[in-house]
C-alpha cells in the first residue's frame, strides 16, 4: 500500500511524531465537535485520521521509526478513541441505549488494544481480528457523517468485543503450544523398566 506514496514521503521531512501530535489534536478538537453536531464531528475526525495515517508512513520511508514514536503514537490512540466515543455518548445523551452502545464500544476498543499488548508482552505476535483502530474510525467518521450513527455503534460493540475474544483465543492457543513445546517430557517407574 506504501509503495505508491514512498516518494511523497520521502519528500516529508516534518518530524513524524509532530504529525503523531497533529493528528491528536485535530482528532481531539473533532471529538469536542461531534459532541455538538456529529456530521461535522465526523468530518474533522476523517481529517485527524489521515495524519495518524501518515506518520508511521513517513517514519518508515525516511528511516525514522523509533520505540518512542510508536510509544506516543498507540498511547494517543487510546486518547482518541476515548474523547470521540464520549463526544459521540454526550451527543446522544438523550437515548440511554445509544449511550451504552458507545461507553460498550469504548470498552471494547480498549481490549482489542489490551489483549494484542499483553500477548506480545509475552512474546506472541497478537495482530488478528476484524475491528482494529482504522476500522473503527471509518464506521465512526461514517455514522456520523452520513446520519446512522446508532446502527453503527451497534456493530462497532458486537465487532470490537469478538475482536478481542479471537485475540484472547488466539493467545491462548499460542501459548499452549508454546508451552507443549517446552514441557519436558515425564519419566514414569513404567518408562524406565522397559
Same mark, same amino acid.
Given at each position: 500500500?506504501?509503495?505508491?506514496? /514512498?516518494?511523497?514521503?520521502? #519528500? ?10 497533529? %493528528?491528536? @489534536?485535530?482528532?481531539? +478538537? %473533532?471529538?469536542?465537535?461531534? +459532541? ?17 495515517? @501518515?506518520? %508511521? ?27 470521540? $466515543?464520549?463526544?459521540? +455518548? ?7 441505549? +445509544? ?16 489483549? #494484542?499488548?499483553?500477548?506480545?508482552? /509475552? ?33 462497532? $460493540?458486537? /465487532?470490537?468485543?469478538?475482536?478481542? /475474544? ?29
Amino acid at each position: 500500500m506504501e509503495t505508491p506514496l /514512498l516518494p511523497v514521503m520521502k #519528500r516529508i521531512k516534518i518530524n513524524p511524531n509532530a504529525l503523531t501530535l497533529a %493528528g491528536f @489534536f485535530v482528532t481531539s +478538537a %473533532g471529538a469536542f465537535v461531534i +459532541a455538538q453536531d456529529l456530521r461535522a464531528g465526523g468530518m474533522v475526525i476523517l481529517f485527524g485520521s489521515l495524519f495518524d495515517s @501518515f506518520d %508511521g508512513m513517513v517514519a518508515r520511508a525516511n528511516g525514522r521509526t523509533s520505540a518512542l514514536g510508536a510509544y506516543l503514537d498507540s498511547v494517543l490512540d487510546r486518547y482518541s478513541d476515548a474523547f470521540i $466515543l464520549l463526544g459521540v +455518548a454526550y451527543f446522544l445523551r438523550s437515548n440511554p441505549v +445509544a449511550v451504552a452502545l458507545a461507553l460498550g464500544t469504548l470498552v471494547g476498543a480498549y481490549l482489542v488494544s489490551y489483549t #494484542r499488548a499483553r500477548a506480545e508482552g /509475552l512474546g506472541v505476535d497478537c495482530k488478528v481480528g476484524l475491528m482494529e483502530r482504522p476500522e473503527r474510525i471509518i464506521l465512526v467518521t461514517a455514522g456520523a457523517i452520513f446520519g446512522f450513527m446508532v446502527p453503527s455503534l451497534w456493530v462497532l $460493540l458486537v /465487532l470490537s468485543h469478538f475482536t478481542a /475474544l479471537q485475540r484472547i483465543m488466539h493467545t491462548r492457543k499460542a501459548l499452549s503450544a508454546s508451552n507443549a513445546k517446552t514441557a519436558r517430557p515425564t519419566v514414569t517407574i513404567k518408562k524406565i523398566l522397559r
